[in-house]
């Protein structure tokens, strides 16, 4: 529902124009000096503004030229009498989007406004995809050959051409947001926002104002009305990141969101319908929570109509010389050397294999940022990684998992045995690479794989 503010130092004249406009459809805002339009402007959200060109204290071209400052987009139709065209004329030069002569007869306002919103409607559609377009958000943009990642792909494929709620689950630092993304600029809503909110980044009185929206004196400080994100992301794609931490009273609001497709902002009336597409994300198992009792069964079905879980890193390690060279590239025109790094050493990509990571993705990212920084060579080498990173190597073998009895000759078989058929998983069964990966020459990686009857489709 776009919002129309009407400036006119004539009091009636806003409430009958008012009444005009919201027959449309359209919200209205009034205002009656340029200064109070500005402040209006400042805290509330309008797509035109509808103003007399002759007021006193600020007239209708110093408030142009203001808002011009603030938004040089947001289109403004001036209201003039007949011996002021030459200023409506002036206002137009400098950026007005039309004006109209009083009195005028109701039709051809209502035509000026729809072509005003029309146009900033694009404007703003062709801002939120520049914004976009230049993070380059697509399908083949998220890394991974491993199997499980290969699923998550395919999930993507279909579900993204619909208007299906998704249920994203994941650790933190798995891409949640990078697949939500995938999924909207992949569907027909991709030219429409795309909108995130943090469920657990505010207090419940304030998230229920960032989701809903507020009417003006709704609560302390509520100094103008705002649109929540629902109104905002209208037509596009909603994401909620960490739902779990939705408190009860947002939960029932949100299921009722999703089954009316209706709301009211804080502290207002009137019903609001949007058209939007729910993607959901949690780090915390949502059947769990509903056991403690702290998030609700219907609203976990609701939300659970599609359903991805993406692996951790430590579960697709075949993904990670991929993730590595990808971030290499991502950062290498920051790098202030002229000597460009071109990978890992062998050294460090053992140790790569050997982590757990569990701060996934994320922490994998972060540790090729600061080794790109400080690394003084070509190649990233244990010098260069962080030292808490290299501390917390030897915490990834689960000795404790190993019996007490076991023997130390077959346990070490087992362990090389292991660590070989993960090698040639990894390198795709190329010989060469797999030793390499594991420091061992290639003619005696030959000699273990027939002992131990592996890879036998391997390649030399």
Not at 350 to 363: H, I, K, Q, T
Not at 447 to 459: H, N, P, R, V
């Amino acid at each position: 529902m776009e919002t129309v503010l009407i400036v006119d130092d004539e009091k009636n004249y806003p409430l009958i124009l008012s009444a005009v406009l919201e027959e449309e459809g359209f919200e209205t805002l009034t205002a009656n000096s340029g200064r109070e339009a500005l402040d209006v402007i400042n805290n509330s959200d309008v797509d035109l503004v509808l103003t007399d060109m002759k007021m006193p204290s600020m007239d209708g071209i110093e408030l142009l030229n203001r808002i011009k400052v603030k938004d040089p987009d947001l289109p403004v139709i001036m209201m003039t009498a007949y011996g002021t065209v030459e200023k409506a004329v002036e206002a137009m030069q400098k950026g007005a989007f039309n004006y109209i002569l009083k009195p005028f007869d109701n039709e051809r306002l209502v035509i000026y406004v729809n072509k005003a919103i029309a146009m900033y409607r694009v404007i703003k559609e062709n801002r939120h995809l520049r914004s976009t377009v230049e993070s380059r958000y697509s399908f083949g943009n998220i890394i991974g050959k491993s199997k499980g990642m290969q699923n998550v792909f395919e999930i993507i494929r279909k579900v993204a051409p619909s208007n299906a709620t998704v249920l994203l689950e994941g650790e933190s630092g798995t891409g949640k947001e990078l697949v939500a993304k995938s999924i909207h600029f992949n569907s027909p809503r991709h030219d429409k926002p795309f909108i995130v909110v943090n469920c657990s980044a505010l207090a419940e009185n304030l998230l229920e104002s960032e989701l809903f929206g507020h009417e003006k004196g709704a609560f302390t400080g509520a100094v103008a009305m705002k649109k929540g994100r629902f109104e905002l992301a209208d037509g596009g794609t909603l994401f909620l990141d960490e739902i779990a931490e939705l408190a009860p009273n947002l939960q029932v609001k949100l299921l009722r969101v999703l089954q009316e497709k209706i709301f009211e902002r804080v502290g207002g009336v009137k019903q609001i319908s949007v058209n939007i597409r729910l993607i959901a994300a949690t780090n915390k198992k949502l059947k769990e929570e509903i056991k403690a009792e702290r998030f609700r069964e219907d609203l976990y079905f609701r939300l659970n109509v599609v359903r991805i879980v993406l692996p951790p890193l430590r579960e697709r390690s075949e993904d990670i010389r991929l993730l590595t060279d990808h971030f290499i590239k991502k950062y290498a025109n920051e790098r202030k050397s002229d000597v460009p790094i071109i990978g890992i050493d062998q050294e460090a990509e053992r140790l790569f294999y050997a982590y757990s990571w569990p701060g996934n993705v994320r922490e994998l990212e972060n540790v090729i940022e600061r080794a790109m920084i400080l690394c003084p060579d070509n190649l990233i080498k244990i010098s260069d990684l962080p030292k808490d990173f290299k501390d917390n190597i030897d915490n990834t073998y689960n000795l404790e998992g190993i019996p007490v009895n076991a023997k130390l000759y077959k346990t070490l078989t087992m362990i090389e045995k292991k660590m070989i058929e993960r090698a040639l998983h990894i390198t795709n069964n190329v010989q060469s690479h797999a030793a390499e990966l594991l420091g061992i020459g290639k003619s005696g990686l030959n000699q273990k794989i027939k002992k131990y009857k592996l890879g036998m489709d391997s390649k030399n």
